[in-house]
């Protein structure tokens, strides 16, 4: 990996640390390890065709997925979160109890109050670390790696651990086949810190546009329209969305974010080594690989085995990347979201 010059959290904000000589804009935070963790059920589409009306064949040429994880009834959201953020804790060599920030990017709380990243916080043994929960739709991830980044940068916090865990299947509607055949659970952590590490966090873009909210959206359970039996009845409490906008919405949006994040730090399409998107429909990657004009190689894809996780799909990507060899030192990946709100975001990290 290339050498990058180590510093104190806070010391020297506007960093003159440099790729290949050209000026990136973040001080130095490194991706110290990484870790992710799936239940154990898995919920393939022969399943779901005993389920709704539709088809493997169908699910597979429109969305690439063949199966998902699901999670016991005895778990929720911090429990995947919990075993990522293990995982990503002994990649780093940092034990629960130095830890002292904890970012939790969810869509499914365990419960609307308290913040679910305290059942985390709890359950690691982690008594130092502060924390909150982000919720950006399947944006949320990058938010929160930006987040932590900033405030290890801005000299708060010397370390943080960040999770993105989702269990979708709680808020899925399995009697309608447009949605259920996309969503799975699943959790992905990343530590960083200031130190050596194998990634180094160089930049962000992140952004939303609330006049797409209608777009993706759970009706019900929140104090726009309390839980009630009515909105019960009415199956409200489940996730709708416009699948056709979406998918438009996305394709776009990876391509402009991939261009203006490679652009704005002084870089070409041909320096980017691994594209790591938000895991939504194989379709989707697809289209946006051919929009980019890069080869199969160069965008990660494993939508196929955990359909879409929201918060988790990225670092869950990106740990599989790590463990597969497909990260190397030096290689500059972007990570790329989008979701509902409608938000976006990327970050470009260098391995
Ligand atoms: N099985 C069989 N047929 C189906 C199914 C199914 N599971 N779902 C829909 N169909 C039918 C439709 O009813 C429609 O039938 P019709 O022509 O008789 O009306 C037909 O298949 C085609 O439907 P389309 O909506 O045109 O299918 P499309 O190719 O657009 O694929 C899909 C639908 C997969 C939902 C796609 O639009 C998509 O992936 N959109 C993006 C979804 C997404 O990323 N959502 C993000 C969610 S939010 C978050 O990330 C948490």
């Known amino acids: 990996m290339k050498e990058t010059p180590a510093k ?18 973040s001080p130095v935070v490194a991706v110290l390890g ?16 005993r389920m709704v009306d539709t088809s493997d064949e169908w699910i597979v040429t429109r969305t690439g997925i063949r199966e998902r994880h699901i999670i016991s009834e005895e778990q929720a959201t911090s429990d995947l979160g919990i075993e990522a953020g293990k995982r990503a804790l002994a990649q780093a060599g940092l034990s629960a109890g130095e830890l002292e920030l904890i970012l939790l990017a969810t869509a499914t709380p365990d419960q609307i109050t308290p913040a679910t990243v305290c059942h985390i916080q709890r359950e690691l043994g982690a008594p130092r670390a502060a924390g909150f929960d982000m919720n950006a739709a399947c944006t949320g991830f990058v938010n929160a790696l930006m987040t932590g980044h900033q405030l290890i940068a801005g000299g708060g916090f010397a370390n943080a651990l960040i999770i993105g865990a989702d269990a979708l299947s709680t808020i899925t509607d399995y009697e309608d086949r447009e949605s259920c055949v ?40 929140g104090s726009r329209q309390p839980a009630s039996h009515e909105t019960i009845e009415r199956r409200e409490h489940f996730l709708r969305m416009d699948g056709r906008k979406v998918f438009r919405f996305a394709v776009a949006k990876i391509c402009e974010l991939v261009e203006e994040v490679t652009t704005r730090n002084g870089l070409s399409l041909d320096d980017i080594d691994l594209i790591v998107p ?18 199969a190689d160069r965008v990660m894809a494993n939508v196929d085995r955990y359909g879409n996780t929201s918060n988790a799909s990225i670092p869950l990507a990106l740990d599989e990347a790590a463990r597969e060899g497909r990260l190397q030192p030096g290689m500059l990946v972007i990570l790329v979201a989008f979701g509902g709100g409608l938000t976006w975001g990327a970050t470009l990290l260098r391995w």
């Open 8 to 25: 104190k959290p806070g010391e020297d904000p506007a960093s003159e640390a440099s790729l290949d000589g050209k000026p990136y804009r």
């Open 278 to 295: 938000h895991q939504a429909n194989l379709r989707i990657l697809e289209a946006a690989r051919r929009g980019l004009g890069l080869d």
């Open 34 to 49: 990484v870790g992710s963790y799936t239940p154990e059920r898995v919920l393939n589409n022969e399943d779901l065709e």
């Open 182 to 221: 996309l969503f799975g659970d699943g959790a992905g952590a990343l530590v960083i810190g200031a130190g050596d590490g194998p990634g180094v966090v160089m930049d962000h873009i992140v952004g939303m546009d609330g006049t797409g909210a209608e777009m993706i959206r759970v009706n019900a359970g």
